[in-house]
């Protein structure tokens, strides 16, 4: 049975909303207003979004709930499905950084062995240091983790970096970028079907 509706997952709140809405506009797609806190249908042409936790995007694209997604490099790489980017959309910019208090002595990969590491990103990280054959421990936290290392929970943190200023005020310095994120349109592998319905003209 031929599917006609394209339904496109966004991040309901935060950093990657507006910036996501104005893309999907971009195409020509009008929206009016928000009825449902969860969902809002497209008024020209056969297309709906779901807002969701930009976590959850991923997966609901890799399931097909949703047939496109928009979500930061960094996410898709940490939950790792199989995905097809569509296009990188140049907006929510950011990398990933391992960064150590302005203080410490640690100046180099090396110095990293046997540290304590706190981040959001443990596979990512994990896959960094196994690469660099660097023995650190991680430890997952879900947020705040700039001040794992003044209480003590870590020796260094690994996570996402825009102006620097959120590492300064916690007293602490970029030693080594890991990645490069921005936005990604993603799909699953039925990328070609989708991409003939809507014209993505930018
Ligand atoms: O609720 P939900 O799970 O959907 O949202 P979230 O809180 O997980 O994500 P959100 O809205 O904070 O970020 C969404 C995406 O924006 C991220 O996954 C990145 O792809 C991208 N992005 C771009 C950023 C930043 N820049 C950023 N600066 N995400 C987070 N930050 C945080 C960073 O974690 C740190 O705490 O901002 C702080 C650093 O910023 P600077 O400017 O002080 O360096
Ligand atoms: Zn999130």
Same mark, same amino acid.
């Given at each position: 049975m031929?599917?006609?509706?394209?339904?496109?997952?966004?991040q *309901?709140?935060?950093?990657?909303?507006e910036d996501?809405?104005?893309?999907?506009?971009?195409?020509? +797609?009008?929206?009016?207003?928000?009825?449902? /806190?969860? &969902?809002? $249908?497209?008024?020209? !042409?056969?297309v709906?979004v779901?807002?969701?936790?930009?976590?959850? =995007?991923?997966?609901?694209?890799?399931?097909?709930? #949703?047939d496109c997604g928009?979500v930061? @490099?960094?996410?898709?790489?940490e939950?790792?499905?199989?995905?097809? %980017?569509? &296009?990188?959309l140049n907006? #929510?910019?950011? *990398?990933?950084?391992?960064?150590v208090?302005?203080? !410490?002595?640690? #100046?180099?990969? /090396?110095?990293?062995?046997?540290?304590?590491i706190? %981040?959001?990103?443990? $596979?990512?990280?994990? /896959?960094?240091l196994?690469?660099? @054959?660097? *023995?650190a421990? =991680? %430890?997952?936290?879900?947020?705040?983790v700039e001040?794992?290392?003044s209480l003590?929970? #870590?020796? @260094?943190?690994?996570?996402l970096?825009?102006?620097? *200023?959120? +590492? &300064?005020?916690?007293g602490?310095k970029p +030693?080594l970028p =890991?990645? /490069?994120?921005?936005?990604?349109?993603?799909?699953? %592998?039925?990328s070609q079907?989708?991409?003939?319905?809507?014209?993505?003209t930018?």
């Amino acid at each position: 049975m031929k599917k006609n509706k394209i339904v496109f997952a966004i991040q *309901k709140q935060g950093r990657l909303k507006e910036d996501s809405m104005n893309y999907l506009r971009s195409m020509g +797609l009008d929206f009016g207003s928000q009825q449902c /806190e969860m &969902r809002l $249908k497209c008024t020209n !042409a056969n297309v709906e979004v779901l807002f969701v936790r930009d976590d959850d =995007i991923p997966v609901y694209v890799y399931r097909k709930v #949703a047939d496109c997604g928009i979500v930061g @490099a960094n996410v898709l790489a940490e939950k790792s499905f199989p995905l097809i %980017t569509l &296009r990188r959309l140049n907006f #929510a910019l950011c *990398k990933l950084f391992i960064a150590v208090p302005q203080n !410490a002595a640690f #100046a180099t990969l /090396e110095d990293l062995n046997g540290l304590r590491i706190a %981040t959001s990103y443990p $596979k990512i990280l994990g /896959e960094f240091l196994a690469q660099k @054959a660097i *023995k650190a421990s =991680i %430890t997952v936290l879900k947020g705040a983790v700039e001040l794992a290392p003044s209480l003590n929970l #870590a020796d @260094a943190i690994c996570d996402l970096v825009q102006s620097g *200023k959120t +590492l &300064r005020e916690n007293g602490l310095k970029p +030693l080594l970028p =890991i990645m /490069e994120s921005e936005a990604l349109l993603v799909c699953s %592998t039925d990328s070609q079907q989708i991409l003939n319905q809507i014209n993505f003209t930018r």
